[in-house]
């Protein structure tokens, strides 16, 4: 039976083990994502640049979407990707998706490599887009929220998507570009090698055990000196030999039959009856 220490030492280890697998950034991908934009205004006396967080929508000439990404891993990674301009359109007040306008910018057949290496720029025509709802609008009469989406879409191994969307209003109004980014390669457990986690937990018990073996045998050892005579000499054993498995048993023995225990370098023997009783300290029998 496994004393009560020994069970809560197990069972914090593998706490322990599987939260720093958890915690452990997964190093099967290296990411480098430089992806940006430049919103180029028209002509005008009031802006001198095109650096703003905030824009006027009827002041943008062209938006510069720039997709600069790289992934590295060990192994060959299988990757498409696509770039799509989605236009969508919501209800008035923004919760109600009705109408959506794919434009198709570039679609790639399977890659192989050791890395996603994608340079791509895209001059996006406001204009173009915005006119485009506005004709929807009109030709319903109705009033929508409007955004257009430009999303670098790349799927990795048939598994693990990574995306980046860039986010523009199409309306007359002051408005924000943002920028959102998806990896499921980073938080996706199925990256996590639970063999590898399995063994190092295996691993962690064993050597709990092995260690508190060492230790009780020590202390106990320490505890029942007086009891132990080194020889010089390994004595002639007869056939009559019992090995033990636990020094405990030994003492046991000797205790009960007022005996000492002859140490000769890890073998450690009582004699009773022409019987001996051994127990060897770096070997199981």
């Not at 523009?168 to 199925?190: G, V």
Request: hydrophobic share 40%; aromatic share 14%.
């Amino acid at each position: 039976m496994f004393k009560k220490r020994n069970i809560i030492l197990i069972i914090l280890s593998i706490i322990i083990t599987i939260i720093l697998c958890l915690i452990i950034p997964n190093n099967n991908y290296k990411l480098n994502n430089n992806s940006n934009y430049t919103v180029l205004l028209k002509p005008n006396t009031y802006f001198k640049n095109n650096n703003y967080d905030y824009y006027i929508a009827n002041s943008i000439d062209n938006i510069n979407i720039n997709f600069n990404y790289l992934l590295k891993r060990k192994n060959n990674i299988n990757y498409t990707y696509n770039i799509i301009a989605t236009i969508k359109s919501y209800a008035e007040n923004g919760t109600k998706l009705i109408w959506t306008k794919d434009f198709n910018l570039k679609n790639t057949n399977t890659i192989t490599n050791k890395e996603i290496n994608i340079k791509e720029n895209y001059n996006i025509d406001y204009a173009y887009y915005y006119n485009y709802v506005k004709s929807f609008q009109a030709y319903y009469n109705i009033k929508t929220e409007n955004y257009l989406d430009i999303k670098l879409d790349i799927k990795i191994n048939d598994k693990d998507n990574s995306s980046i969307i860039y986010t523009i209003p199409l309306n007359d109004n002051i408005m924000e570009i943002t920028r959102k980014d998806y990896n499921s390669f980073i938080n996706n457990k199925s990256n996590i090698n639970y063999i590898n986690i399995i063994i190092f937990i295996i691993i962690v018990i064993i050597s709990i055990l092995f260690i508190k073996k060492i230790l009780n045998n020590k202390d106990i050892l320490n505890e029942y000196q007086d009891l132990i005579i080194p020889i010089n000499n390994k004595p002639n054993l007869s056939n009559n030999i019992i090995y033990l498995n636990n020094i405990k048993d030994l003492i046991k023995i000797a205790l009960n039959n007022n005996l000492s225990i002859f140490n000769y370098n890890n073998e450690y023997y009582i004699i009773i009856d022409n019987i001996y009783y051994i127990y060897i300290k770096s070997k199981e029998h």
